[in-house]
């Protein structure tokens, strides 16, 4: 994490906490970014920040496209990257967003970060950020969804519904092995209920994407 950390550093992206080692008492030392983290229960951000948003995980990604270290060990386990993908930061939903003055400042938490493919990322921020998982009206989906594919660039909102159900379908597929194999955080992670939770709310996007999709195929 601090050798990405560091990459991304020299490559000059913006909004991400600077590595600065470990204090004396082993405990890692970063940069505070300023501002808030959003709770995506309650808070929509602007539609310029959902499109600056999206637009910095472009930069992002760009800036990840040559680090590649190999098959290391991630926190989801020893991964190489695969055949299209980059190291994502895989959990870019609003709590780990920092919003200063109400515009996007950074992103926070890297410790899950690892291979990928690209439009998952965004369909995990845009799951969070338009928001996705609560319901809003199909309208202002469609519309959030249309700037955050531009925000993004190179993908159709269609596109990055395609990759939201891929997303909850590869969360599902990745919570069933934990479970499988007692992974301790996987079981912690059904036993408070938030699991059931995610699921039910992935069922009922899916009651919602159909009008959603039939809107942006018209647009
Ligand atoms: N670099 C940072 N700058 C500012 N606040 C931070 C930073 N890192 C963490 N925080 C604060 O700590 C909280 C939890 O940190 P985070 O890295 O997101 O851990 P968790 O895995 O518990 O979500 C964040 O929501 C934020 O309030
Ligand atoms: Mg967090």
């Given at each position: 994490?601090?050798?990405?950390?560091?990459?991304?550093?020299?490559?000059?992206l913006?909004?991400?906490?600077?590595?600065?080692?470990?204090?004396?008492?082993?405990?890692?030392?970063?940069?505070?970014?300023?501002?808030?983290?959003?709770?995506?229960e309650?808070?929509?951000?602007?539609?310029?920040?959902?499109?600056?948003?999206?637009?910095?995980?472009?930069?992002?990604?760009?800036?990840?496209?040559?680090?590649?270290?190999?098959?290391?060990?991630?926190?989801?386990?020893?991964?190489?990257?695969?055949?299209?993908?980059?190291?994502?930061?895989?959990?870019?939903?609003?709590?780990?967003?920092?919003?200063?003055?109400?515009?996007?400042?950074?992103?926070?938490?890297?410790?899950?970060?690892?291979?990928?493919?690209?439009?998952?990322?965004?369909?995990?921020?845009?799951?969070?950020?338009?928001?996705?998982?609560?319901?809003?009206?199909?309208?202002?989906?469609?519309?959030?969804?249309?700037?955050?594919?531009?925000?993004?660039?190179?993908?159709?909102?269609?596109?990055?519904?395609?990759?939201?159900?891929?997303?909850?379908?590869?969360?599902?597929?990745?919570?069933?092995?934990?479970?499988?194999?007692?992974?301790?955080?996987?079981?912690?992670?059904?036993?408070?209920?938030?699991?059931?939770?995610?699921?039910?709310?992935v069922?009922?996007?899916?009651?919602?994407?159909?009008?959603?999709?039939?809107?942006?195929?018209?647009?």
């Open positions: 994490m601090h050798s990405l950390l560091a990459h991304l550093h020299a490559r000059g913006d909004g991400i906490p600077c590595v600065h080692g470990l204090d004396d008492e082993g405990r890692e030392v970063l940069d505070y970014l300023p501002g808030d983290t959003l709770d995506p309650t808070t929509a951000p602007s539609d310029a920040a959902l499109a600056a948003a999206a637009g910095w995980l472009r930069r992002f990604h760009d800036a990840v496209a040559d680090f590649r270290p190999g098959a290391v060990a991630w926190r989801q386990g020893v991964q190489a990257l695969g055949e299209g993908e980059i190291i994502c930061h895989n959990d870019p939903g609003l709590y780990n967003w920092v919003v200063q003055g109400g515009e996007f400042a950074g992103m926070i938490d890297w410790d899950r970060a690892g291979p990928g493919r690209p439009l998952d990322d965004l369909a995990f921020l845009v799951w969070s950020g338009v928001p996705l998982l609560r319901p809003t009206p199909v309208a202002d989906s469609v519309r959030r969804l249309q700037i955050a594919a531009e925000g993004y660039g190179g993908v159709s909102a269609l596109d990055v519904v395609d990759a939201v159900d891929a997303r909850m379908d590869l969360i599902a597929g990745r919570w069933r092995a934990g479970i499988e194999r007692n992974d301790p955080g996987t079981l912690a992670l059904r036993d408070s209920g938030a699991m059931d939770r995610h699921l039910s709310r069922r009922e996007f899916g009651d919602r994407e159909v009008a959603i999709r039939s809107e942006l195929a018209r647009s």
